[in-house]
């Protein structure tokens, strides 16, 4: 296996220099063919595929990761042929990814501050489809500035990056950039590119712009390692 300190050279070109360790940002790693035939199959998906959550719905593909181990099922061919094509890069460390949640933000949506959690091998990636969106970058809470009764840093205090994610864009995370720090997309119909913009040199817009957001769809493609083995869980079953 790939020791997690190693580069991926397939994406060292694409490195966010301005970012800890690591991140790379892909500009239109999809065409905009490949972009609308994904949003069409995301829509035809049966309605039970989704679940509503508030400020966001999703689908998730591959299983539910779970700590004792994934019962993985098979990704549908029009996943599967994105996802292989990022794992081929070496973004898992030789493995495939087998693992895909879809989520949908309509303008004015966004996910909370959050760590991705131990179930995935510690790289996240993610395609976008249909519309920008900023990715912010959060200290974690000084639990011991906590317990010396000091101020409690506001999540404002803490925000210290954001990455621009345009749409077609393949964005890869990992190391302190997945393990250390929390994730969220901030619930607002429109983004300001400032210089917390981490990525903006390798984007078409400059400092200053103000971004409309419309639907975004976004892919995150993870590689779940502790799966259960089909057979023993068929096994099971009889
Ligand atoms: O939509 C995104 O780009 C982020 C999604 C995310 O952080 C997650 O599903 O854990
Ligand atoms: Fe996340």
């Known amino acids: 296996m790939q020791e997690p300190s190693t580069k991926i050279l397939a994406l060292e070109a694409f490195r966010v220099e301005q970012a800890p360790p690591t991140a790379y940002y892909v500009p239109n790693f999809i065409t905009e063919s490949e972009e609308a035939c994904l949003l069409n199959q995301v829509y035809a998906a049966p309605k039970p595929k989704w679940t509503q959550l508030s400020g966001r719905k999703l689908q998730n593909w591959g299983g539910l990761p779970h700590p004792k181990g994934m019962v993985p099922e098979m990704l549908p061919a029009w996943l599967w042929h994105c ?3 990022i794992s081929f890069l070496g973004a898992f460390g030789g493995k495939l990814a087998n693992h895909v949640l879809v989520n949908e933000y309509l303008p004015g949506q966004g996910i909370m501050p ?6 995935y091998f510690p790289t996240v990636t993610t395609v976008s489809l249909g519309s920008h969106t900023l990715l912010d970058f959060y200290h974690p809470v000084n639990r011991g500035q906590q317990a ?3 101020q409690v840093q506001t999540e404002e205090q803490r925000h210290f990056l954001s990455l621009l994610l345009e749409p077609r864009s393949l964005l890869v995370l990992r190391e302190d ?3 250390r720090y929390l994730h969220g997309i901030q619930p607002t119909t429109s983004d300001t590119i400032t210089e917390k913009v ?12 103000e971004l409309h957001r419309g639907t975004r769809v976004s892919l995150t493609i993870r590689h779940v390692p502790k799966v259960l083995k089909t057979a023993i869980f068929l096994g099971r079953r009889k």
């Open 198 to 209: 981490a990525n903006v040199m390798a984007c078409g817009a400059v400092l200053g712009d």
């Open 83 to 85: 996802a292989e094509k």
């Open 177 to 179: 950039m997945y393990l």
């Open 114 to 119: 959050h760590e991705d959690g131990p179930l």
């Open 148 to 150: 010396d009764g000091e």
